[in-house]
């Protein structure tokens, strides 16, 4: 039995986006980043947390008598949740019989998860698809990630890292060990600027994206594009010039940003950071597109 342990809020069957072919993608919970265009907001904090699907709710106050903190309250919207006093035990969640409240995120070891991906192998063989680890971040659970990657090359099984490359070298040093392929986040390159729309500095991300390079592991820069906080002509040169620099030849993917996981955000009874951003145009997509193949390199429009 492997009895390493991850925190683990989703896994996504028959996934197309996260890595070539079909894929079964794990997400992980826990992210040191907290960048405004989030679309995983149950993927920062990396402790369980209880979701509210206001569509579900019945407003009938069962799960305010269940919760031993009285951290739920009932009024007019539905219910509110005082996430300081929720201990996250989940009593109100066996008690909505409705199912309108939940608990994101558990504790599973490397065989749990194993025996869900193990189902999809036959598609992985003939789409040449495999096992991705998203987030959060895998480098905030590099070793769970390690033993669950080495388990999927031991069976002949692809593996691909999502990682917006925030974490110490050691960790980056243990992925890039059992890892196949490796998509990178590239969010701003300027410290200020990342620093304000990211919560962090930047400079970890650049060094662990040349450590990757180092390393020979094939690669994949990955920047989301999102109107008034990335998509300037001068953060796009930077970019552009940036991955040249450090990563040459690799293949760079445009992600034009979304509100896909704006809903998630008041399951959470969290505020949308970004309400008034809409996608970028497809024309500030190409010219986006334009300016990154300036600089040599193959660049794509993901949808």
Known sequence: ????????????????????????????????????????PESLDPLPEVTWRYTSCRRCGTCVAACPEGAIALTDDGIRIDRIRCSRCGSCVAACLPGALALS????????????VRKDRDYYEVSGGGVTCSGGEVLAQPEFVAALFRRCRAE???????????GSPEAMETVLGECDL?????????????????????????????LTVARGVPLVVRLPLVPGCNDTAENLAATGAAVARLAAGAEVHLLPYHHYGESKYRMLGREYPLPEVESPAPEAL?????IIESYGLKCDIKK
């Open 1 to 40: 039995m492997n009895a390493v342990e991850g925190m683990v809020f989703n896994i996504q069957r028959y996934s197309i986006d996260d890595g070539p072919g079909v894929r079964t993608t794990v997400f992980l919970k826990g992210c040191p980043l907290s960048c405004l265009w989030c679309s995983n």
């Open 105 to 116: 995120g558990r504790k599973m070891t490397v065989d749990e998860v194993w025996s869900v």
């Open 156 to 166: 002949g099984i692809h593996t691909c890292a999502d990682t917006s490359g925030w």
């Open 182 to 210: 490796v998509y990178f986040d590239l969010k701003h390159m300027n410290p200020a600027e990342h620093l304000r729309l990211c919560g962090r500095s930047n400079e970890p991300i650049l060094r662990n994206l040349g």
């Open 286 to 290: 190409e010219r986006a597109k334009a």
